[in-house]
């Protein structure tokens, strides 16, 4: 827990949200502004500020954020047709919350990155 941080108060239901899907590392809840029909931020419930704060001992952590990621994908019904699993790093990599989080988003055709 990180004094001030948004996902950790959501992680610790200090603050409301739409919760998909929870276990004892991640949370998973519905992005307030989404960019897709399906736009879902999962976030592991251990603070970690940017991805280059990830070390080797989150190496587990972050492989079950993308594997949590794309079980939603099949349950929210989005894995064939298509969607992406995105992590965004500080400023120019467009972070605006800084607690690490997965963005699943699908459910219509996506553009080019960038
Ligand atoms: P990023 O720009 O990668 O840091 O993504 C942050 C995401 O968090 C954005 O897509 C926001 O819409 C989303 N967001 C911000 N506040 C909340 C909130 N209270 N509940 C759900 N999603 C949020
Ligand atoms: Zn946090």
């Known amino acids: 827990m990180s004094a001030d941080c948004l996902f950790c108060k959501i992680a610790n239901k200090e603050i ?3 919760i998909v899907y929870e276990d004892d590392l991640v949370i998973s809840f519905r992005d307030i ?4 029909p399906t736009h879902v ?3 592991p419930k251990k603070h970690v500020t940017t991805p280059n704060d990830a ?3 989150d190496q587990s952590l972050l ?3 993308m594997l949590t990621g794309t079980k939603l994908a099949a349950e929210l019904g989005i894995d064939e047709s ?3 699993l ?3 790093c500080n400023k120019e990599g467009g972070q605006t919350v800084f607690h690490i989080h997965l963005h699943l988003m699908g459910g219509r055709q996506l553009t080019v990155l960038g």
């Open 55 to 57: 070390e080797v001992e």
């Open 82 to 84: 298509g969607y992406r």
């Open 33 to 36: 502004n989404p960019q897709a």
């Open 63 to 65: 492989g079950h954020m």
């Open 86 to 88: 995105i992590m965004n």
């Open 16 to 18: 409301p949200a739409e």
């Open 41 to 43: 931020l999962t976030v």
